[in-house]
């Protein structure tokens, strides 16, 4: 978790519990992998919920940084 500074860590680890909270109250909804359907669904409902691009980008961000991680990317 080296790649990035603490605080950035911290925000995307934040971003993707967000994510999984978001995910646990959907049917059928896997957290990881990240499906590109269901996560696109999940930006809709960020984007609207909170009506910033920055919340959006931070998601997506997260998202990335989490699957080249784990080697998923």
């Known amino acids: 978790m080296c790649s990035r500074a603490d605080s950035t860590v911290t925000k995307y680890l934040h971003a993707f519990r967000?994510?999984?909270e978001w995910a646990d109250t959907q049917a059928e909804i896997s957290v990881f992998p990240i499906q590109v359907a269901h996560f696109s669904l999940y930006l809709q409902h960020v984007g609207?919920?909170?009506q910033s691009?920055?919340?959006?980008?931070?998601?997506?961000n997260a998202a990335g940084w989490i699957n080249r991680l784990?080697?998923?990317?």
């Not at 691009?53 to 997506?60: D, F, I, N, P, Q």
């Not at 784990?70 to 990317?73: I, K, L, P, R």
């Open 70 to 73: 784990s080697g998923e990317t």
């Open 48 to 50: 609207q919920s909170s």
């Open 18 to 20: 967000r994510w999984k």
């Open 53 to 60: 691009k920055a919340a959006v980008e931070e998601a997506v």
